[in-house]
């Protein structure tokens, strides 16, 4: 997402906006949800720090809006665009989630798979984000992708398929007119907006034990899900012991199963697994 910030600056500045994009995130830790922005105005924009009233939402992992503490439609007004990367309808999306304002679906992960061969979002969430701006045409779109690739060093091919996997988004994300969208500001104020506090235990992770925080299943952070073939699993417990998460137990068999509601897809398993009968599977819903 913070790639895809980028994208979005770079196509708007390419396009004669001036833009600002910038990613929110704590500890590092893979999977874990990240918020990024970007602003544009066709004014020298003096706002800095984060935006509290979004006009366009991306959110790139449906499971997230069940995530009561990523709060991902916080700050969303009936003015607001929300574009949610599903496989299901908009109208099903809305009424599930209470989405305000105008709504848009395309299932970019499935279209990252099939052209880039990878559950890569940041082209692609950026191509639906430029699609909505109303403003920002393919050909920025594309100048921007290639460039934001070019600079952390991607190689051509998987540059070209970037290209292609964000104009098919961009072709098949809607055009939703918003007469609240407004790039010129007239109250292009000089302010700074202040992150909120959260609290500790919200927000950094608390690990008491191995595979258990208890404010925070992190299943939900999976796109796909590892599966253990049983029947041709040797019992050689090396998935057990190199899941960072320690989400994998034995049975009284010595068999290997999955938490999956803290297994957050990183598929450590499936790397180490020395009969390779560990599959990813890809899932709509983590839960
Ligand atoms: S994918 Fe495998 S290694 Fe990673 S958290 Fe899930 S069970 Fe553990
Ligand atoms: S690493 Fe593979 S073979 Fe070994 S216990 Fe796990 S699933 Fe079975």
Redesign the pocket.
Known sequence: MKTASRIVGTASFIGGYFAQDFPVYGAERRGAPIIAFTRLSDNPILERGIIVNPDINIIADETLLKDSAANVLQGTWDGTITFVNTHYTASHVKDTYQVSGKIAVVDITDIALKIINKPVLSSVAAASACKLTGIISRDYLQEAVIKELTDINLKKEVIDKNVQAALTCFDNTPSISSPDLKFSEEENENKVVQLEYADARVGSARVYESGNTIMKKTGNWRFFKPV?DHDR????????VHCPHSCISLDESGY?HIDYDNCKGCFT?MD????K??TKEREVRAW
């Open positions: 253990i699993c040797s019992r050689c417990r090396a998935c057990f290997p398993c180490e697994c020395p009969k009968v560990i």
